[in-house]
């Protein structure tokens, strides 16, 4: 919805839904700053006990050709930003998301491979989760960076070295086709 008037103390008179306990920020094309400014008043109302939760920290989304557009990371940092505070994030990389898969289903660690094109969330959970890893070289990352993360004594860095790497998803589909 567009703000209700030109000048900011007419943006305050928004109505605001007195159920609401949580913002979510995910992929929003039509991310707004009527929409941020909705989400810090939800979350400076119901203070610590309104939750700010976020999809992901996705800085960008690769596209054809090298471009890129912004990813969710950008939003929430906007809300963070405004709300002092870091939001609960339910993706990748924490591992929340593969809490909630494991406890429905028989999920064995050693057993399981998580495939992804970023070293930061992909990789990241899935060596967090003690998973196979298999990076794929169609999105942001190089192979350059990873070796770089391989060398380094930094602990945390080492944490974002897959098990494997491809060129290409179907360089795997090949093997698992033999």
């Not at 605001?16 to 909705?38: M, N, T």
């Not at 939800?42 to 939750?51: E, H």
Request: charged fraction near 20%; proline fraction near 6%; charge should be negative.
């Amino acid at each position: 919805a567009a703000l209700p008037g030109p000048a900011p103390a007419d943006w305050m008179q928004a109505p605001l839904d007195p159920a609401v306990r949580a913002v979510l920020v995910g992929f929003d094309e039509h991310f707004s700053y009527a929409k941020l400014c909705q989400a810090l008043r939800y979350l400076m109302r119901g203070g610590s006990d309104c939750l700010l939760v976020g999809t992901n920290r996705d800085h960008r989304l690769p596209l054809e050709g090298g471009a890129a557009i912004p990813g969710t990371g950008c939003l929430l940092k906007a809300v963070e930003t405004a709300a002092q505070r870091e939001a609960f994030v339910v993706g990748k990389p924490n591992r929340f998301m593969f809490d909630c898969v494991a406890s429905e289903f028989d999920v064995d660690p050693s057993r399981t491979i998580m495939v992804g094109d970023r070293l930061d969330t992909d990789i990241l959970m899935g060596n967090t989760c003690h998973l196979t890893t298999l990076l794929t070289l169609t999105g942001l990352t190089t192979l350059d960076e990873v070796r770089g993360h391989q060398d380094s004594d930094c602990p945390a860095r080492n944490r974002l070295v897959p098990d494997y790497y491809v060129d290409s998803i179907a360089d795997l589909l090949q093997v698992l086709g033999e």
